[in-house]
């Protein structure tokens, strides 16, 4: 199988970059940036939304709030208007398979079930060996559900587990897995989120190079990143190393009157996220493929309809 493309940035050699090391990598980040805006990919995506958003909607499993058999949320899912479903690994193969061929839905992706209860980056070998166990039932979930990527967190930072090692450790296992992606064809895809670990899209960027696999990428969460970041920004860093996107809203406002976490009780269109802003920037690195929702207001049916005609909005504007 044809690996997929690996990202335009080039591979960092060392964690720290030194001054030289920094402007040679901004150079050629804006050199790489420049020869993509005339590729001829893009130069086509220019001439409208109608050609240039190839974007399927689909919904992530364990936001889908209401209760029911596998099928029976399919189902629903499919009646709302979404394509797919990024189920979560561990399920009942046999009737996630037989859910989708009833239904039609596709599955866009698969999300790790593991990663939180078993991270990478324990200082226990006995639980990193069960992450990396996590992780290839995830690869080899998402092989008999069509899925070509797997959504995995690849650590956490803590009191207890320091940024330095964090890095060290989660790289250790996620290599372990690269030759079981490769051969199923199945892309490793890190998501950035609320672990204190990848906090800025240069590192993010270089972490991902350092494994010299085009069978790792990043699964990009429009809504982690506003706590510390801006969506639009990271997107043009990372490039196309981003294998699948979440499509997530959060508010800064309600955040800092409520809590950090509060931030995300808001529907899309009605936080912060500078949607087009962020579109454009989709559109700039070449992105198209699965959009998947990882919103609440997924607990009924007429939820989900209301979600797929927000990430209508979304992917046209």
Not at 176 to 201: K, Q, T, Y
Not at 266 to 282: F, H, R, S, Y
Not at 283 to 306: F, N, R, T
Request: hydrophobic residues 40%; charged residues 25%.
């Amino acid at each position: 199988m044809e690996p997929p493309h690996v990202g335009c940035y080039g591979n960092l050699k060392s964690p720290h970059m030194n001054h030289h090391t920094r402007r040679s990598f901004l150079q050629t980040s804006t050199l790489a940036l420049s020869a993509a805006a005339l590729s001829p990919t893009l130069v086509a995506a220019a001439e409208g939304p109608a050609t240039r958003r190839a974007f399927k909607k689909a919904i992530m499993w364990e936001t889908v709030g209401f209760k029911g058999t596998i099928l029976e949320k399919c189902k629903a899912i499919k009646e709302a208007g979404f394509e797919g479903i990024e189920p979560s690994s561990h399920m009942n193969q046999d009737e996630v398979v037989k859910a989708m061929e009833v239904t039609g839905l596709q599955a866009a992706s698969v999300c790790c079930s593991t990663h939180w209860s078993k991270p990478a980056s324990d200082p226990s070998p006995a639980v990193r060996e069960a992450s990396l166990a996590g992780l290839k039932q995830a690869l080899r979930d998402a092989k008999r559900y069509g899925a070509t990527s797997v959504l995995f967190v690849p650590g956490v930072v803590n009191k207890q587990v320091s940024y330095a090692d964090a890095y060290t450790r989660s790289q250790a296992v996620i290599r372990e897995a690269v030759p079981l992606a490769e051969e199923l064809g199945v892309r490793i895809a890190l998501e950035n989120v609320w672990n204190s670990f990848h906090l800025s899209p240069l590192e993010a960027a270089r972490y991902v190079d350092e494994f010299k696999s085009p069978w790792v990428g990043w699964h990009f969460d429009c809504g982690n990143v506003c706590n510390y970041g801006f969506p639009e920004q990271w997107i043009r860093i990372l490039g196309q190393r981003i294998s699948r996107i979440h499509i997530k809203e959060f508010s800064r406002q309600k955040a800092d009157k409520e809590g950090k976490w509060k931030g995300f009780e808001c529907k899309l269109l009605e936080g912060d996220n500078d949607w087009p802003a962020i579109m454009q920037a989709l559109d700039d690195v070449g992105y198209s493929g699965w959009a998947i929702s990882e919103q609440g207001g997924a607990d009924s049916l007429d939820g989900m309809k209301d979600l797929v005609a927000r990430m209508g909005k979304i992917l046209a504007s």
